[in-house]
Structures are given as structure tokens and as C-alpha cells.
């Protein structure tokens, strides 16, 4: 039996609990992982603040965002370095087959369906967990990979989708902890990218990266922005079609301005989640022959591809990763629902066990 530790959600709003308990017995499909890293998401949040129901009730460990190592499970995964997908379907329904898996309705997700990563260990099922190479530790600590299990592999999918082709005008709305990599991950698919958001650093940070052009768009009218947008695709020599816009900021705002700034052939896709509601005119859509699309976590399947792109060196995640011990757990989630972090916080375990 291994002794493990969880940080657990016991009541809305409140400090999360530290407790101690064990696993016994494992079902054949699962795998004990050791955590090395767990991000902290504004899924999180929502749970934890907002009161948007997880599927397990409380007492419950959130986090999926995670990273570890294989202690027990199938002998070709023990002692393998793993990132845990936040979204792990069945394989076998008909969304799946279909290659739907990221909106499997018999999908598990960690720390909402059953005890997630802000803990010791995690048992989880192991059929889709991605392996770590060894090109990608010699880059980052395995902790630091744990925002592959969402920040970055969800624009990832939602740029396939979006059928961006290289040499398109990218404009990614928002530039935090996803929309950073959703503008990096357009980049590095060949388009010409402009970061939209309301906070100066976080442009900044964009900026340095290699984001092509930032756009400060606090108290700027939605019909300021569309004028601006449009000089800068100038600019950058790109065409006034055929944009290929991200909503990564899961607001409102955000939402009616990604709306407005649709024009022909173009696809506006929505990433970020806001329960606001916005009225637009569809006729537009219509108009411009564009389209507006949805896109929910990231297929397991996908999940090789990113990671080959972090192995290889061609994005960076370094500089948009800070780390805290686990034990600050409480502290960590009052600053992200309080917006004071610039970068995803990644929990690394601090338990003498
Ligand atoms: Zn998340
Ligand atoms: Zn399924």
C-alpha cells in the first residue's frame, strides 16, 4: 500500500484540507503516478469559487493539469516520466471512433471526476498517457511540462481546426496563460500573429517571444480596434480575409470583439469559456462566408505532436511557468482568482513521505 497526501476541496470558497490516505487496489486499466507538477487552471477556479459543479462531489482533489512519474501500472509504462491528458476519453463510443475523443461523454478528467493532481500521487487510467521523451527533460524539468496537459495542447487543437495555413493573419485575443501559447503555436504554423489584451506585460512578454505585433485594447471601442486590426494586417502585409481569430480571454468582451472583427472567409474560434451571453447578428456569417467554431480540451492522440514541438526546441515554455511547493496551495489559488500571477503556477508536491 502507498501512503499518498491530497490537497482536497471540502467547501466552496473555503482552504483547501491536506489529508492522508492510501491506495489499496487498482482496476488493471489504472496507473499510480507520482506528481511532479500540477498546474493550476481557471477551471480550477470555477470549481472552487464560481461553484460550477464537478462530477464528483466533495471532499475532492482538484487539478489536471498534470505531470509525473509511472510508479505501478503495465510494465512498459513503470518508471516512465508522463503527462497526464486532462481529458482522457473511453476509446470506444461512437465519438471517439469518430475522432471526437476530446468531447467523449464517457471521458474522465482528473480532479473533476475523480481526485486530481494537486496531491502526492494520482491513480488514473492509463490508456492514453503521453510518454516524456528524454529530448524533452533535456529542455525542462518534468514540472514544467505539466502545462502540456491543457495551457498548451488546447489552442493546439483549436489552431488545427481553425484550418489556419501558413502565412495567415493570426489575431489571438488575450495573452495569458493559454493565449500565449496559442499565439506561439500560430507562429510556429507559419502565421503572422497580433496579440490583443488589456495588460501591458503580458503584451510585453508576447512581444518578446516573438509575437509578431501587440495591441493594448483597454478602453479602445470595439470600432477603434477593427480600424486598428486592420492597419496592422497592412502592415504586416498579410490579407484583409480569410483571419483566423482565437477568443482566449473567456470573456464577454472578448467574445463580441472577436465577433466584430470576423470578414470574409474567416473563422472565429471560441477557447475561452465566460457563462456571459452576447447577441451578435449570425447574418454576418452569412455575409463573410466565415465561420464560428468551438473546440473542447485536446484529443489524446494529439498530444505527440506538441510534445515534439517542445522537444525539439521549437516552443519555448520556460518563460510564461512559475513554481510554488504545494503546500502554498491556498495562497496560489486566492492570487489566480485575484488575476495577480502573469504566468501559469505549476504545484510541485512538498510532503516528507
Ligand atoms: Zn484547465
Ligand atoms: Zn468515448
Known amino acids: 500500500m502507498t501512503k499518498i497526501y491530497q490537497w482536497q476541496m471540502v467547501e466552496l470558497k473555503k482552504p483547501f484540507e491536506l489529508i ?12 499510480l503516478v507520482k506528481v511532479a507538477g500540477c498546474g493550476v487552471c481557471h477551471t480550477d477556479i470555477s470549481f472552487w469559487h464560481d461553484g460550477v459543479p464537478t462530477k464528483h462531489e466533495m471532499p475532492l482533489t482538484l487539478g489536471h493539469e498534470i505531470a509525473g512519474e509511472v ?3 503495465p510494465s512498459e509504462l513503470i518508471g516512465k516520466k508522463v503527462i497526464i491528458p ?8 461512437e465519438l471517439c471512433r469518430s475522432g471526437n475523443g476530446n468531447i467523449c461523454q464517457n471521458q474522465k478528467m482528473p480532479g473533476n471526476d475523480f481526485h486530481g493532481g494537486f496531491a502526492t500521487h494520482i491513480v488514473v487510467p492509463h490508456k492514453y498517457l503521453c510518454i516524456v521523451p528524454d529530448s524533452a527533460l533535456e529542455r525542462f524539468p518534468l514540472e514544467h511540462l505539466a502545462v502540456i496537459a491543457d495551457a498548451v495542447t488546447t489552442p493546439y487543437q483549436v489552431l488545427k481546426k481553425s484550418e489556419l495555413k501558413s502565412g495567415d493573419f493570426c489575431i489571438c485575443i488575450g495573452a495569458g496563460g493559454v493565449g500565449i501559447y496559442g ?3 500560430a507562429k510556429i504554423m507559419g502565421a503572422k500573429v497580433l496579440s490583443l489584451d488589456i495588460d501591458d506585460t503580458k503584451l510585453e512578454i508576447a512581444k518578446e517571444n516573438g509575437v509578431d505585433m501587440t495591441l493594448n485594447i483597454k478602453d479602445m471601442s470595439v470600432k ?3 480600424k486598428k486590426v486592420r492597419e496592422i494586417a497592412k502592415e ?22 472577436g465577433y466584430a472583427l470576423l470578414t470574409h472567409a474567416s473563422t472565429l474560434s471560441i477557447v475561452g469559456f465566460t457563462m456571459a451571453k452576447s447577441e ?24 505527440d505532436e506538441v510534445m515534439e514541438l517542445i522537444a525539439s526546441g521549437k516552443l519555448n515554455i520556460a518563460p510564461f511557468v512559475q513554481t510554488f511547493p504545494m503546500s502554498e496551495i491556498n495562497e496560489v489559488l486566492k492570487n489566480t482568482l485575484e488575476h495577480k500571477y ?11 513521505n
Open 20 to 31: 492522508e490516505t492510501e491506495v489499496s487496489e487498482m482496476n488493471p486499466d489504472e496507473a
Open 71 to 73: 510508479l505501478k501500472g
Open 86 to 93: 486532462a481529458v482522457l476519453p473511453c476509446g470506444e463510443c
Open 183 to 185: 499565439a506561439l503555436l
Open 224 to 226: 477603434d480596434v477593427k
Open 236 to 257: 504586416l502585409g498579410v490579407s484583409r480575409y480569410m483571419w483566423r481569430i482565437l477568443e482566449m480571454s473567456g470573456t464577454k468582451p472578448g467574445q463580441e470583439l
Open 280 to 303: 451578435v447578428r449570425l447574418s454576418n456569417l452569412m455575409a463573410f462566408d466565415s465561420k464560428v467554431i468551438g473546440t473542447w480540451g485536446c484529443k489524446p492522440e494529439l498530444y
Open 342 to 352: 502573469l504566468k501559469r503556477s505549476v504545484l510541485i508536491p512538498d510532503f516528507d
